[in-house]
C-alpha cells in the first residue's frame, strides 16, 4: 500500500511548526521513521491514522486521497494503529477490550470476530490472562494487547508508534519478527527511537528533524554515509586519556586493564591510545548524521 | 460493516462498564432505602386515599421516591465521557470506521441505560413494597408506566447536559454544580428569591407531566388544573432537548477534531 506525502506541513496552534515541507514516498513492506524526540515523528504517524489535519500539503494512501472524508474512511478500513501511549479500559478484561475494538473495526459477524480476537490472543501470548481486568496488567501486557487490537482487521496499512516500548527482550524480539512477517505482505510504517529495531527489520528508512526528513533512503546507504567515520579506540583507563578531538562517544566499555570507546567522528591522534576504524552499525551511522546535521546548521 | 452494528456494539459495552461499577449499585440501594424511610405515611396506610384512583396514587409515589436517584444519576454519569481522554482510548478509537456521531450515540444510550438500570430496580423495590401494602400487584405494571413517563425523560434530559457539559468542565466541579442545580430547577417554589425553572415545563423531575397525564399535585410543578397537553408538551421537550444537545455537542467535538 503506497504512501505518497508531498510538502506536507502541520503547524500546532502557537505556531510550533510539527511538520515541514515533508516528502516521503513509501512503496511497501517495511519502513523505518527514526529521530530524536520533538521530531515530528509521533504527529506524522497521527496524521497518517487520521487523527490530525495536515496544515497543508498533499498525501495520499494507497491511491485514496486524504484530503477527502471518503478517502479518510477508506483508508481507515485498511489501517491498523498502535499509538505511542496505548490507552485500555481498564475495567474490561483483554477479550472484550479486543471485542470491543473490533466492533469499532466494522467486524460485524460475532463468531468471526470471536475466532479472530482468540487468534490474536495466542500470537501475543495473552490467552491464559484474556479473562483477566486489563487494570491488573502490566505495562508490557497491555503494550500485546495494544499490538493485537492493531492487527484485529488484518490491515493493510499497520502504523506502530514506539511499539517495543515496555517489552523485555525475549518480547522485543518475538515482536519484531512478527512485524517483519507482516511486512512481506502490507506496509508497516516502524517509529521508534530504538535503532537496533529498525536495523533488525526495515530496509528503507526516514529520519526526521526539527520537523524536516533529514534522510530517506536504505538502511544500507545511510550505513554508508558513517562508513571511514567510527573508530574503537582503546585507552589504557586513564581519565585523562579518553579520546578528544571530534567525536561524538557512542559506547564505552571498561575492561580488565584498558576501555574501550566507540566513536564517532575523527579521534584525536594519542600516544596514550590506540583507535582502530570499524565497520559502522546503523547506531552509528545515525549519531553521524545528526553531527553532521547539527555541524551544518553551526555553518 | 455497518454503523448500525457498530452502535449496538458500542450500546452494549458502555451499558456493561457502567453497570459493572458497584458503587452504583450500592448508592442506588441506599437511596431506595432513604426514599422508603421518607415515605411512611403513603406506604403504611393501606386505606385508598380519597378521590385518588389507584394510577394516580401510583403516579404520586413514582413522583415522590424519584426525586432523590436522579441526583444519583447524574453524578455517575459525569465521569463517562472524561474517561475516554483519561485513558487515552479516544485516539485509538478516532482511527477506526465507527464514526464519531456512532460513537457517541452508543455512549449516551449505553451509560444512560447502564445507570438507569439499579435506579429502576430501586424504584421497583419500593413499589413493590408499596404493592405489598396495598394488597394488588397492579401497581407494578401502573409503576412501570408511570416511571416511564414522568421520571425518564428527565433522566434522557440530564444525561445529555451531563455527559456534553463534562467533556470541558472539571468532572467534580460539575458533579457539584449538578447537585445545587437540581435542588434550585425542581425544589424552589415560586416564591423563593432566586428565579428558578421549578414552575415551568423545562422542569426535569416531570412535575407537568404526573400533573398534566396523571392529576398529581406536584410540588412547585403542576397543579391539578395542568393540562395533560402541558404534561405531553413537557416531556417531549425533555425528550427533544437531549437530541439538540447531543447533536450540538457532536458539532462541538468534530470541531475540536479539526482545530488539532
Known sequence: ?299 | MSQRAILWGVIRYEFKMQARRRSLWIVFAGLALIMLAAMPGELINSRPHSGMTLLQLVASVTFDINWLPVIGIGIFLADRFPRERSYRVDELFETTVGTLRTRLAGKYLGCLLGTLLPAFLANSFDMCLFAFFKHTLLVLPLSLVTYTTIVVPGICFVAAFTLACTSFMWVPLYQFLFIGYWFWGNMLGPNAALPTISTTILTPRGSFIGAGLFGISALNGGTQSTTPLLGIASMLLLLLIPLLVMLLFYRYLRWEQFRK
Not at chain 1, 517483519?180 to 535503532?195: A, K, N, W
Not at chain 1, 558513517?226 to 586513564?238: D, F, L, S
Open chain 1, 1 to 299: 500500500m503506497k504512501i505518497e506525502m508531498s510538502e506536507l506541513n502541520k503547524v500546532y496552534r502557537g505556531g510550533i511548526h510539527a511538520l515541514e515541507r515533508v516528502n516521503l514516498s513509501i512503496a511497501g513492506g517495511m519502513y523505518g521513521l527514526l529521530g530524536p524526540n520533538g521530531a515530528g515523528k509521533t504527529t506524522l504517524m497521527r496524521i497518517l491514522a487520521g487523527i490530525l489535519r495536515p496544515s497543508s500539503g498533499r498525501l495520499s494512501i494507497g491511491g485514496y486521497d486524504y484530503d477527502t472524508e471518503k478517502g479518510r474512511v477508506e483508508v481507515k478500513r485498511l489501517l491498523g494503529y498502535l499509538p505511542q501511549e496505548m490507552g485500555v479500559y481498564p475495567d474490561l478484561n483483554a477479550r472484550e477490550f479486543l471485542d470491543y475494538v473490533a466492533i469499532l473495526k466494522g467486524l460485524d459477524d460475532q463468531r468471526a470476530r470471536q475466532k479472530r480476537v482468540d487468534e490474536l490472543l495466542e500470537i501475543v501470548s495473552l490467552t491464559e490472562v484474556a479473562r483477566r481486568k486489563l487494570k491488573t496488567f502490566s505495562g508490557g501486557m497491555k503494550r500485546r494487547v495494544g499490538i493485537a487490537q492493531a492487527l484485529l482487521n488484518d490491515p493493510r496499512l499497520l502504523i506502530v508508534d514506539e511499539p517495543t516500548a515496555g517489552l523485555d527482550p525475549e518480547e522485543r524480539i518475538h515482536f519484531r519478527n512478527l512485524l517483519s512477517d507482516l511486512g512481506g505482505e502490507r506496509t508497516v510504517l516502524l517509529s521508534t527511537h530504538i535503532v537496533e529495531d529498525i536495523a533488525q527489520t526495515c530496509r528503507n528508512l526516514a529520519i526526521l528533524k526539527n520537523g524536516r526528513v533529514i534522510f530517506q533512503g536504505t538502511t544500507i546507504d545511510l550505513i554508508g554515509q558513517a562508513r571511514g567515520k567510527v573508530w574503537i579506540v582503546t585507552t589504557n583507563g586513564n581519565r585523562s586519556n579518553r579520546p578528544t578531538g571530534n567525536i561524538t562517544v557512542v559506547s564505552t566499555m571498561h575492561m580488565d586493564t584498558s576501555v574501550q570507546y566507540r566513536v564517532v567522528g575523527e579521534p584525536a591522534p594519542s600516544d596514550e591510545s590506540e583507535a582502530v576504524l570499524t565497520e559502522p552499525s546503523l547506531e552509528d551511522s545515525y549519531v553521524w548524521l545528526m553531527r553532521e546535521r547539527r555541524a551544518h546548521v553551526e555553518l
